[in-house]
């Protein structure tokens, strides 16, 4: 048996090579603009058969929006008390369990952002009060050059949380696009995405564990 110092120091060396490894997973590939497609194995009822779209994951943690779980209320329900709406069948999204409140918006208005703020190539997340009312502007003037979706509440991971349930196989994941959010209805959503996800990881080696870090 190894001396207490021993087991001390061996415990030390596997915690930084730990550390050194989930360092390592964020500077080659943040999960940034992927889906996250929930698998069979996810017990969390929040997140059953859900598609959540990743907006931010750095060493700090992750935050997305569930983008295929319509609420039964409308934006104009959901807006009116706060803007001047028309009356709009489209309904608001919920986002998830954190920050239930909290209202967020994706959208493709690029003049409203920067660049370098964008999800993918022709998404963006409000990056503020202001621009997320130029956008609910935008909607209540029927701007047919805009596409968007409302949320309410948004989820979010811990730091090396999202990689411990990825380590897990919760989660699928496969690069996101505008078009898969705007285009595909969100009730086939899933299904579309988790066949998407199955059929790229056939053609990846059976070592590669985490097809996202290549």
Known sequence: MLPVHSRRFSR???NSVLNQRRNIRFMLKSLKGHFLIATRKLNDQNFYRSVVLIVEH???GATGLIVNRPS?????NALSRYFDM??????VFMGGPVEPNGMFALHNAGDL???KDAIVPGLFMGSSPEVFEQVVWRISEGDPNLDFRIFFGCAGWAPSQLESELD???????????EDI????????WDTLHGRAMEERRFLPQETAHPEWN
């Open 168 to 178: 897990r196989m919760d989660w699928l994941t496969t690069p996101a696009t505008a």
């Open 12 to 14: 030390t060396v596997r």
């Open 72 to 76: 039964s209320f409308s934006i104009t």
């Open 113 to 115: 952002e920067k660049a």
């Open 86 to 91: 028309p009356k709009l069948e489209d309904l």
């Open 182 to 189: 705007f285009e595909i209805d969100p009730y086939d959503l």
């Open 58 to 60: 750095n060493n700090e």
